[in-house]
């Protein structure tokens, strides 16, 4: 492939986004160009996404590369040429130049099989937006002797021809709570023939803050947003219920286990306070992505090597279930730069194509130099 195809490829993507679950046509279309250079799909039973197989000529260690395949729910305002032709529809997250740079590092490193001393397997995951394809992927029996995992994820902080790649954690743990206040409802005339869910649920939105200032260490970053509130229906009738809905944010495992039970013994206490009740049910998501450091090092070597500038990104309190690899081996999540100026999400996103030849020569290099490796 050269580098004019796979760019191609990565327009055809990018005009026919599929949101998580659906990537039928993605996966196929991935199938097919690794079919026609002879790389073998592993058997999964995944309905969407597929993991590909390159087996080296010599013994070494096993390297996975990880893509995520799906696209988000966003009507596409970049005016590219090759924008989304599906209404509602689009790569805002550039899991499309994720999907065609691991795609390009799978023939890159089948045309130097020879070279190849381990064996190199190549994830394409489905439903990374929703934080549901991680898991399944991750738990799959062909990827239980993976030694290292390597992701890729756009970024518009920096230019094409510069990766970040920083030690420690670099994403967060998203996890998504709801809480149920339980009053009794009323003529909002006599509310004291009722409990009124709506002052507990008031004072609950400003008090979960001071879980962030006030309980835990400052130097151990947090995030509590609260972004659904909602309760009754009209002017005349105190509510039965109100609903408070947000995330929590951590990076240490251990803190994250604090903050829930914090935050659940608040609502209730808070709610108790009010003559009401309160149930706060958790959507655990996916841990905190944390970067090996050693494997960071060798990593920002390689791309020194390569011609690349090495920077560090900035931090964010954002979500990626590449953690879920994590949980076994280590790895890196890198960040590639494609510029743009617009944040990945925004109906504006664009992902530099120059970006992405070299990414995949990039992502082929580290596998091939990394299942040779000595073991750490
Ligand atoms: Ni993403």
Known sequence: MTEGELRAFFEELHRHPELAMEEKRTTGLVENALKRAGIAVLPSGLPTGL?????????????????DMDALPIQEESGLDYASQEAGKMHACGHDFHTACMLGAALLIKERERELAG??????????????????????????????????HTYPGF???????KPGPVMAAPDRFMIRIQGRGAHAGNPHLGRDPIPAAAALALSAQTLVSRYKDAFEPAVLSITHVQAGETWNVVPQEALLEGTLRTLNEGLRREMIARLN????????GFGCTAETEWEIGPGPVINDEALCAFAAQTAARLGFAVGVQDNTMGGEDFSEYLKRCPGVFIRVGTGGGYSNHHPMFTADPAALWPAAQFFAELALRRACADTQ
């Open 265 to 272: 013994d608040l609502a209730q206490s808070t709610a108790q």
């Open 119 to 152: 064996t190199v397997k190549i994830v394409f995951q489905p439903a990374e937006e929703t934080a549901a394809g991680g898991r399944v992927v991750a738990a799959q029996e062909a990827l239980q002797d993976v030694n290292e995992f390597y992701a890729c």
């Open 51 to 67: 993991i590909a197989v390159l087996p080296g000529a010599k013994p070494g260690r096993v390297i996975g590369l990880r893509a």
């Open 159 to 165: 230019p094409a021809g510069t990766l970040g790649i």
